[in-house]
């Protein structure tokens, strides 16, 4: 066992002396290897054309227009088309202001409740529409007023489209509107 220490320290102390050199053998430099990536069409990225801010729908940017919705034991509903007339989409979500003027164009109802729907963002592409749905019902017995006229005000814009359209009107009973959805049927 001595004689194997001493072996062993012999290179040693000939290195420290500055004797002959002896090296431990060399242990090469560490390198860095990669492996190719691996890719998934999953986790791919493609360069695309930027995405493209869609603006708000305004009055300016619709047409409106209304149909008879559903209607039965004295309740009504009046579904209102949103036509965008530009050429360019626009994106419109909520729920839609609404007054009732009667022939001489005063206001019957400034006010409609929300009603059925959650909001969610309706992108209108050109020449297509959004709608909504206003339910009513009518109070038998009951002294009400027919709208000659609405003012219709988009989700989130503070201008009116008119037109003419007839809603009963009754003291105490709601007016109920919708959230805007995609296409011309109102909510399902």
Not at 28 to 38: G, Q
Not at 170 to 177: E, N
Not at 179 to 186: L, N, Q, Y
């Amino acid at each position: 066992m001595r004689r194997a220490l001493l072996l062993l320290a012999i290179p040693l102390l000939a290195a420290a002396c500055g004797g002959a050199k002896t090296s431990a053998p060399e242990t090469p430099p560490a390198t860095t290897t990669s492996a190719p990536l691996l890719t998934s069409p999953a986790l791919t990225t493609s360069v695309s054309a930027p995405l493209v801010e869609i603006d708000a729908c305004t009055t300016a940017d619709l047409a409106v227009s209304a149909k008879e919705g559903a209607s039965g034991m004295g309740h009504r509903s009046t579904i209102y088309v949103l036509t965008n007339t530009t050429g360019v989409p626009c994106s419109t979500e909520g729920f839609p202001g609404m007054a009732f003027l009667d022939a001489s164009g005063n206001i019957l109802r400034d006010t409609v409740a929300r009603g059925g729907g959650t909001p969610a963002p309706v992108v209108v592409k050109a020449g297509e529409s959004a709608s909504y749905s206003l339910d009513w019902t009518e109070a038998n017995g009951a002294t009400c007023a027919t709208s000659a006229k609405v003012l219709v005000t988009p989700p989130n814009d503070t201008s009116h489209a008119e037109l003419l359209s007839q809603v009963v009107i009754c003291p105490g009973r709601p007016v109920t509107v919708s959230a805007v959805v995609p296409g011309e049927a109102g909510p399902g």
